[in-house]
């Protein structure tokens, strides 16, 4: 016999059933997030995410399929999240003016966002894994990312302020290569300069690209 949907436990009759949908898949998503942070990619099962949510295993399942499918949702979710700080903070930038903004508001945001930060870098890592099933999403993220910063590198050459031997593509490996590896460090080390990293890494980048160095008074 068919078996009903699996049914929250946390519901509210005045919500829509997009709406109830749509805020259990948001709790699911944040539970998940949460428990990348406290208890590791190992702890972090459908029945924990769904006990932590307050929901059912068989509701998660029902959401996302599998473990790895919640795991897709949550960086499409914390993507989604960086796209949008990147967007309002980069406007019609283009050149070294978009490189600078979009690093000043890196930093912001990993400082608003640790909880992201270090839950995207868990899934990057265990992406590595040659059976990783969301391996795929990771590597779109990250190519993404690159083809912006290409197109940066691009638009200032054609305003003359980036040296036109500088290959975009080799520079966008290298911003968003650097950007990794400075996240990987401070979430590692505790007494690691975040701060610090980033501002050198601005400066190191305007140096390489030809741009004059802007000065703090």
Same mark, same amino acid.
Request: no cysteine; net charge neutral; hydrophobic share 40%.
């Given at each position: 016999?068919?078996?009903?949907?699996?049914?929250?436990?946390?519901?509210?009759?005045?919500?829509?059933?997009?709406?109830?949908?749509? +805020?259990?898949?948001?709790?699911? &998503?944040? !539970? #998940? @997030? /949460?428990?990348?942070?406290?208890?590791?990619?190992?702890?972090?099962?459908?029945?924990?995410?769904?006990?932590?949510?307050?929901?059912?295993?068989?509701?998660?399942?029902?959401?996302?399929?599998?473990?790895?499918?919640?795991?897709?949702?949550?960086?499409?979710?914390?993507?989604?999240?960086?796209?949008?700080?990147?967007?309002?903070?980069?406007?019609? +930038?283009?050149?070294?003016?978009? &490189?600078? !903004? #979009? @690093? /000043?508001?890196?930093?912001?945001?990993?400082?608003?966002?640790?909880?992201?930060?270090?839950?995207?870098?868990?899934?990057?890592?265990?992406?590595?894994?040659?059976?990783?099933?969301?391996?795929?999403?990771?590597?779109?993220?990250?190519?993404?990312?690159?083809?912006?910063?290409?197109?940066?590198?691009?638009?200032?050459?054609?305003?003359?302020?980036?040296?036109?031997?500088?290959?975009?593509?080799?520079? #966008?490996?290298?911003?968003?290569?650097?950007?990794?590896?400075?996240?990987?460090?401070?979430?590692?080390?505790?007494?690691?300069?975040?701060?610090?990293?980033?501002?050198?890494?601005?400066?190191?980048?305007?140096?390489?690209?030809?741009?004059?160095?802007?000065?703090?008074?």
């Amino acid at each position: 016999m068919p078996q009903p949907s699996p049914t929250p436990r946390n519901t509210d009759p005045s919500l829509t059933q997009a709406e109830r949908t749509a +805020r259990a898949e948001a709790g699911m &998503i944040e !539970a #998940a @997030i /949460d428990l990348l942070n406290t208890v590791g990619i190992q702890g972090t099962t459908l029945v924990a995410i769904g006990d932590k949510a307050g929901y059912s295993r068989g509701l998660v399942s029902h959401h996302f399929g599998s473990k790895a499918g919640l795991f897709r949702a949550v960086l499409k979710r914390i993507t989604a999240n960086w796209t949008a700080d990147l967007h309002s903070a980069l406007g019609d +930038r283009t050149g070294i003016a978009a &490189i600078s !903004a #979009a @690093i /000043d508001a890196h930093l912001a945001h990993v400082l608003r966002h640790p909880e992201y930060i270090r839950a995207q870098n868990i899934l990057w890592g265990a992406a590595l894994d040659p059976s990783s099933e969301f391996k795929p999403n990771v590597a779109e993220f990250m190519q993404i990312q690159r083809e912006s910063v290409a197109a940066w590198v691009r638009g200032g050459q054609e305003k003359g302020e980036i040296l036109p031997e500088i290959n975009p593509k080799r520079i #966008a490996e290298q911003y968003y290569g650097g950007l990794i590896g400075i996240n990987s460090q401070w979430l590692v080390s505790p007494d690691f300069d975040l701060k610090s990293a980033y501002t050198d890494f601005e400066r190191n980048l305007e140096r390489l690209l030809g741009a004059p160095i802007k000065r703090t008074p």
